[in-house]
């Protein structure tokens, strides 16, 4: 069994298992010449060969507990025949939501266009065999925020406006949740043993509508994952004091804290259920005495608690590759 199955379904807490968010991505120099040659992203997705090496990059660097396969949640709405581009330095840009066209989109249709991702998987788990490898999904409420609001809410966002067509957000939801099902089942059939869902802007939600949007959305998805029995990792970003009750209404194998999460707190607060990450990223461009200090904090609150180091979010693109290392030193050295 591998260390990270270990930890979040054993509980076994001799050992702390690492990996990191986008740790295949722009901070390396050898992703940054493939994505050079390779300007259109979801192309880049669909190449099963490139695919593999760039999952691998990472790997062959550095000492890691887990394989995340290189692709975007936003490949589901580009397989529900909305479309999806990267424009540089203002990240992805969809085209305008024709809901007919989505609902009408059959599950084959839908597979056809994800072949070359399981392609690229199988093509992981040749070489990665029994180890953690990670496949993963966007959450419906996040995805539903992309495809309405078309663009990131990073800047412009408006809750009111993207829930005011009940209709439109109820078929969506439900067409989400079962294309999100859908991706799992092959990705888990291509060979990923574990499955983390990102819900990236779950902190968007107001608290009063976190059950509708998050916890219940989640939940199902959730529910399908473990009848596949295959662990699975949640990461509801930004939801502050709401962890609680996500973990106890949700249930995930493990839960993924973001920066603003008070480490010690939610220990005391997820009833068992293992953590993952929780150091800003940006903690990652400073001094290494500062690195080291951070680290050592979150090693020492989790201590003989099922916890898997990994950030809060993301690696930066800023990053130096060597930063990586460094941490993954310090969390062997501590365990
Ligand atoms: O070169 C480039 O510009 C591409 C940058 C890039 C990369 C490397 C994008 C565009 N996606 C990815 C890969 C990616 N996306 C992975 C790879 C596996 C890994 O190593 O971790 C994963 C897990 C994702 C998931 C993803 N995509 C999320 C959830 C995690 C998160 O960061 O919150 C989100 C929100 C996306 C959308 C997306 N795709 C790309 C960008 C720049 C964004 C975010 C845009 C925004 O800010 O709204």
Redesign the pocket.
């Known amino acids: 069994m591998n260390r990270i199955l270990d930890c979040i379904i054993n509980k076994n807490t001799s050992f702390v298992p690492v990996w ?7 901070y390396l120099p050898e ?2 010449k493939i ?1 050079e040659k390779n300007t259109n ?1 979801i192309k880049l ?1 669909l190449n099963p060969n490139l695919v593999k090496e ?2 691998l990059q ?1 790997i062959k660097r550095f000492d890691l507990d887990a394989t ?7 490949m589901i709405p580009y397989a529900l025949n909305q479309i999806v581009e ?1 424009k ?1 330095g203002s ?2 840009h969809l085209g305008n939501l024709e809901l007919d066209k989505i609902i009408n989109t059959n599950s084959n249709n839908f597979i056809n266009k994800l072949l070359p991702v399981y392609e690229g998987i199988k093509k992981v788990k040749n070489e990665t065999k029994d180890e953690a490898l990670i496949g ?1 999904v ?1 959450a419906p409420w ?1 995805l539903l925020v ?1 495809m309405i609001n078309k ?4 800047k412009d966002f408006n809750f009111n406006y993207i829930t005011k067509d009940k209709v439109l957000v109820n078929e969506l939801l439900k067409k989400l949740e079962e294309t999100i099902c859908l991706h799992i089942n092959h990705q888990v059939k291509a060979g990923a043993n574990i499955i ?1 869902i ?1 819900d ?2 779950a902190g968007l939600i107001p608290q009063k509508e976190l059950f509708n949007y998050c916890f219940a959305p989640t939940s199902k998805i959730v529910k399908y994952v473990k009848s596949l029995k295959i662990p699975v990792i949640c ?1 509801p ?1 930004g939801i502050g004091k709401n962890f609680k009750d996500f973990c106890s209404i949700v249930q995930p194998n493990c839960v993924s804290i973001d920066p603003e999460v008070d480490p010690k707190l939610i220990k005391k607060e997820t009833n068992g259920i293992a953590i993952q990450g929780g150091i800003d990223p940006k903690i990652l461009l400073e001094g290494n005495d500062q690195i080291k200090k951070t680290v050592q904090k979150y090693l020492q609150i989790f201590s003989g608690y099922p916890y898997v180091f990994n950030l809060g ?3 930066l ?1 800023e990053t130096k590759p060597e930063t990586i290392e460094y941490i993954i030193q310090i969390v062997r050295d501590q365990t």
């Open positions: 990191f968010m986008r740790q295949a991505g722009r992703f940054r994505r992203f997705c760039i999952t990472p995340i396969i290189f692709s975007d949640i936003l990267f540089k990240g992805p993963f966007g996040t992309y663009k990131s809410p990073k983390q990102f990236s802007w990461f970003k979010h993301g690696v693109p």
